[in-house]
């Protein structure tokens, strides 16, 4: 499979098509992000590395964040996470607050921010240092020590987060946040503010394609078991209510954020990485949908 010529053909044929969507400039400092970066990265199995355009440049992965915090809480605590967080699709946008009533403050899913609030929550009440033992997670997925947080962008998210905070305090009165909502909040924010390049992404997501493993040292982060149910949620959840859509159209697990990033695993395969910051009406990158879209048509290679 030559994956370096299918990404250097699609990569041009959706670098040409006309500018579609809009920053998420809902998040102040993420309103100054150059709206015409474009990049892609790929890590195969089989030791390809390969990337165009800005695969290089850091962004906002926003909640990619969410898968990885979820696999954190899920290699500590195995089955109990699913005791407060479900596994279904929502069907409903990211933010939304209004399942969160009629299913008693268990969100559908840790993809969606009142899930990955209880992630957080999970990861406060479990680590010593959250904060600093998330990082160092991250850190060790790929090797790569070149991993932090941004505090101009999760104090950018935390001077306008009404709807995080509404959804936190929301949550904690069904019982189902333990911490206090401004520590989970802070961790929250926080976690969406880590930048990492489409190279960095793809490398530190291969795991998830070798049932659990890292590739550089070999470490079973996850089991091969629950590497299949991360994945299974990616496909199902990872784009919210258009988690139908990027199945019907790429066929990859995978996880999109609103800094215009999507990672998408083929298990057995590879990791690939796009980030254009235009985002769909859904809040999916506009083009990285479009770039992954072309690549598993004509790679013949998605999970279907
Ligand atoms: N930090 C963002 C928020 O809470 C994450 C949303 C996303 O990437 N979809 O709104």
New binding site residues.
């Given amino acids: 499979m030559d994956f370096k010529k299918i990404i250097k053909d699609v990569f041009k044929d959706v670098n040409s098509i006309e500018e579609q969507g809009a920053l998420a400039s809902y998040i102040p400092e993420l309103a100054n992000v150059n709206s015409k970066k474009f990049g892609v990265h790929i890590s195969t199995l089989s030791g390809i590395n390969f990337g165009l355009g800005d695969f290089q440049e850091k962004f906002s992965i926003?909640?990619i964040s969410k898968v990885l915090s979820l696999c954190l809480a899920y290699q500590m605590l195995s089955g109990e996470v699913w005791d407060r967080v479900g596994v279904e699709p929502s069907g409903n946008p990211?933010?939304s607050l209004t399942q969160l009533e009629k299913d008693r403050g268990i969100p559908r899913n840790p993809f969606i921010?009142a899930g990955a609030l209880v992630i957080a929550d999970i990861l406060l009440s479990n680590l010593d240092d959250p904060k600093k033992d998330l990082l160092n997670f991250i850190r060790s997925l790929s090797g790569n020590q070149d991993v932090n947080y941004s505090t101009s962008i999760s104090s950018s998210?935390k001077s306008i987060g009404y709807r995080?905070v509404a959804l936190c305090n929301f949550i904690k009165c069904f019982g189902n946040i333990e911490n206090e909502p401004d520590k989970v909040l802070d961790f929250y924010f926080d976690l969406?503010s880590i930048e990492l390049s489409c190279k960095d992404l793809s490398a530190l997501f291969l795991f998830l394609a070798n049932n659990g493993k890292t590739m550089h040292d070999n470490r079973q982060i996850l089991l091969p078991s629950k590497t299949k149910r991360i994945n299974a949620l990616m496909q199902t959840c990872g784009f919210y209510d258009e988690s139908g859509e990027f199945a019907f159209k790429v066929g990859l697990p995978g996880k999109s954020?609103?800094g215009g990033g999507i990672i998408a695993i083929h298990p057995g395969q590879y990791a690939i990485a796009v980030w254009s910051p235009q985002l769909n009406p859904k809040?999916n990158s506009y083009k990285g949908m479009k770039f992954l879209e072309g690549f598993t048509t004509l790679s013949e290679l998605s999970i279907f």
């Fill in positions: 926003q909640s990211f933010n921010n998210e995080n969406c954020g609103v809040g």
